[in-house]
């Protein structure tokens, strides 16, 4: 079975941003605009990856896509003041789409995060879901797919094993995930890619 292109090249996109290869980025861009993505779809995998690498990661992708398409930033990105009825949207949708994603687990994510700090519990739902994982302008399936590849490459496998089960949540199934791991071998240590595997492997 094909894996669905738009999922693909999530994957390929999100994977090459953290190589931090302009050129691989560009092909990653180029390829996605050709076959599956719009340009706004793009701007926001590189926005979420701030929250998996960081503001250099977004910004140097940003800069890749201006050179891409000079023409189309920033006019396309969805842009959302920060103010106090969009803090507080945030934070609703932030709670929502959380619950989605995690579903029973929920409460006790909360409740290991706040353990180890309240301050990032709020960040998680308030920022991280609320203000740029529930924006509307990219399915929360595909930013799924992009973030799974991120924490392939990066080697992070206690947050993969959540954000495996959350794709599945949303959607994506195993033989997708499958596929996703096998794109990512060209990005990363044969570690991390045995590592996303095994993990995958308990959920099934």
Known sequence: MQLNPRYQ???????????HDEKIIIDAFRF????????HELVELILQSLLFDGYPCALEGLIALK???PEILPASEEFEPYNSANLEEWKSRGVSLCKRIYGDNFEPLLDNV??????LKE???????GRVLA??????DIREMGIIAILIVK???????????GALEVGVSLHELNEAIAICEGFTAKANISSAAEILQKLT
């Open 155 to 165: 080697g992070y496998p206690r947050q993969l094993h959540s954000h495996m089960r």
């Open 114 to 119: 706040g353990n180890l700090s309240p301050s």
């Open 32 to 39: 996605a605009l050709k076959n599956a993505f719009e340009p």
């Open 135 to 140: 924006r509307q302008s990219l399915p929360i």
């Open 9 to 19: 090249h999530a994957v390929q996109v999100s994977a090459a941003l953290i190589g």
């Open 123 to 129: 960040w998680m739902l308030n920022e991280g879901y």
């Open 67 to 69: 050179r891409t398409l």
